[in-house]
């Protein structure tokens, strides 16, 4: 899979009511952006292999992670600050 597949397959996974991510491409990965004004931001970051490096700082909260995406469903960390940056 190429990282723009590996970011679409992410991208349908994201449940109803979740904001739908700005999607930039590089060379090496696609990175997916979640702007949530007053709420912060979160970044996932994902390669051809579904790698991902995912950063957030929400509400003054600031974190990341690193895995790699199965393809079929979202890690729950992950899905959970997408859900506080949409709120």
């Keep these: 899979m190429t990282s723009h597949d590996q970011a679409e397959a992410f991208v349908a996974l994201l449940p109803e ?5 700005q999607p930039y491409c590089h060379n090496i990965c696609v990175t997916l952006e979640w702007e949530g004004g007053k709420n912060g931001d979160c970044c996932l970051a994902i ?3 579904g790698q991902y490096n995912f950063t957030w700082n929400i509400n003054g909260s600031k974190g990341n992670a690193f895995g790699r995406f199965s393809g079929t469903e979202i890690p729950p960390t992950l899905l959970e600050r997408i859900r ?4």
């Design 84 to 87: 506080e940056i949409s709120r």
């Design 47 to 49: 390669n051809e292999t």
């Design 17 to 21: 009511g979740v904001m739908t991510p």
